[in-house]
């Protein structure tokens, strides 16, 4: 067999290494050995760190939740139980014939959900017959202009009532 030297791909290795070390000091972003065992570590801490990173996010949300709820006189574990005890009412516009991420949303929450369409849908176009949010919704209203808001929060509320009978 013939022998194989590796050159191009083994400078191309090294090359491709020493360049994610970039600013790293001394030894760390020259020498290959040091540096390898830097991108190595450093990548152990990226991966911890993505974890952290919603963590610490979550806490600064509570925080910020609480404080703007104080303001109001409520305290946090006040005020998310009446989110959850509350409903939604959503006019998602042209969102609602393409966002799955919405759906996805309002299936994940507890709350009730009224749709609002403030124009008919079925009097336009085909392709805004179909709604994601219908399905998860309790009920849609369509086609009553700014009215349909009035609307919505009367059903929400008969919904809510009815919930806590």
């Known amino acids: 067999m013939p022998r194989v030297k590796r050159g191009n791909v083994r400078r191309a290795k090294r090359k491709k290494l020493l360049a994610r070390t970039k600013g790293f000091y001394a030894n760390k972003s020259k020498l290959y050995r040091a540096a390898k065992e830097s991108v190595d570590t450093a990548l152990k801490y990226a991966f911890v760190g993505r974890r952290r990173k919603k963590r610490d996010f979550r806490r600064l949300w509570v925080v910020r939740i609480n404080a703007a709820a104080r303001e109001q006189g409520l305290t946090y574990g006040q005020f998310m139980s ?56 309790q009920g849609v ?25």
Request: proline share 2%.
């Open 82 to 137: 009446g989110l959850k005890a509350a409903g939604v009412v959503l006019n998602a516009g042209a969102y609602t014939h393409t966002s799955i991420a919405i759906h996805d949303a309002l299936k994940a929450t507890t709350m009730p959900v009224v749709e609002v369409h403030l124009s008919n849908p079925f009097a336009r176009e085909s392709f805004r017959h179909h709604s994601y949010i219908s399905s998860v919704a």
């Open 141 to 165: 209203i369509c086609g009553f202009g700014a009215q349909g808001y009035v609307f919505a929060i009367d059903a929400l509320a008969d919904v809510l009532a009815n919930a806590n009978d």
